[in-house]
């Protein structure tokens, strides 16, 4: 499961929300019902679950699930990307078969 994937079932699990609710654009409080309470635990919930900060100035500028994945994407992207880059040359390398 991609970080957009997750990200959406976070929400889906958090707010109580049905498949196909959770699109990009959808405001997190205007659409689906987070208050500013639900936004600071959705904040702790992907920290813990990426082991990334997130900054006081950056939470205040997420207002959609589209800004919760590019924010995710910029913090573990060029993480994720090493260690898949890691894979490929093991795997091509014959060290992992």
Do not use: F
């Amino acid at each position: 499961m991609g970080y957009v994937e997750r990200i959406n079932e976070i929400l889906k699990e958090h707010l109580g929300l049905m498949e196909g609710q959770v699109i990009p654009e959808a405001g997190l409080i205007r659409d689906l019902g987070a208050d500013s309470l639900d936004r600071l635990e959705l904040m702790m919930k992907i920290e813990e679950e990426y082991g990334v900060g997130i900054e006081d100035e950056e939470a205040e500028n997420l207002s959609t699930p589209k800004d919760l994945y590019d924010l995710v994407r910029r913090k573990i992207g060029d993480t994720e990307l090493a260690t898949q880059e890691r894979y490929k040359k093991a795997h091509t390398s014959g060290i992992l078969g």
